[in-house]
């Protein structure tokens, strides 16, 4: 699974980079340590009601995708991996696979592998953070949805919609791989418009866009446990720690 990731850019060059409109009223703090029900940068496209016309947007999302059937916005706490075997099919992700997709950009994400006792050591997990070997922003595969809240009468009033966002996940390979047996799946940007375009429903098509992120080239290092605890935050999650193997 992917249950954290740091996505710390600025949303003025995430909008330069992805081409989209950005609304400067909508601020997100740089977050070395995005937790599940955080808000998080998203690129999405929609088609204006009014125009027809079609904008691509940046824009916050809350991680953890809440079905528009969902009774209750505590299922997205569960909800933060869409398993790309299952996305077309499973009901609570078909209908925002079929229509409503997304790119969440991201510095590179954290998994942690487990390391078995030894005589002189406890079991315990040691994390990694996985990046591009290039520095560059991963665009994770993501879908989004709206649930309206039934306890507030008014449509228009703050908090009657939330719109929630997952990652779709795949197998792990390459340097993601040694460390979880579960990855995130990423666009290139090549693929960009087709993954966002709301009018492209063909699902085998769409599932041949998703890939390996930075194709496949990442680098895998062991950090500090203190990214276990979701109150740290800060670039000192990034460092290399002496004590666990660098893969």
């Known amino acids: 699974m992917c249950g954290r990731y740091a996505s710390t850019r600025r949303p003025q060059d995430l909008a330069g980079l992805f081409d989209a409109r950005w609304d400067a009223d ?26 027809g016309e079609i904008t691509r947007q940046l824009r916050p999302l809350r991680w953890g995708l809440v079905p528009s059937w969902a009774k209750s916005p505590s299922v997205g706490s569960k909800m933060i991996n869409a398993r790309v075997e299952s996305v077309a099919e499973k ?43 290039d520095g560059q922003v991963m665009a994770l595969a993501g879908l989004y949805e709206y649930w309206r809240d039934p306890d507030v009468a008014d449509d228009h009033a703050l908090g009657a ?21 579960r990855m995130p799946l990423a666009i290139a940007p090549d693929d960009w418009n087709a993954w966002l375009d709301p009018a492209h429903q063909d699902a085998d098509e769409l599932r041949a866009l998703l890939g390996t992120p930075a194709a496949g080239h990442l680098d895998a290092r062991p ?25």
């Open 91 to 133: 009901p609570a992700y078909r209908r925002a696979f079929a229509k409503r997709r997304c790119l969440l950009p991201a510095d590179g994400f954290y998994e942690w592998q487990a390391i078995a006792a030894t005589e002189t050591t406890k079991a315990r997990k040691q994390p990694y953070f996985i990046s591009p070997e």
């Open 26 to 51: 909508m601020a997100l703090a740089p977050n070395w340590n995005v937790a599940p029900t955080n808000d998080v940068w998203s690129v999405l496209e929609r088609v204006e009601r009014d125009t």
């Open 161 to 181: 919609w939330w719109t929630t966002c997952t990652i779709i996940t795949t197998e792990a390979t390459d340097a993601a791989g040694h460390v979880h047996p």
């Open 223 to 247: 950090v500090s446990t203190a990214v276990n605890n979701v109150r740290n935050n800060g670039p000192h999650l990034l460092d290399t720690v002496t004590d666990g193997p660098k893969r």
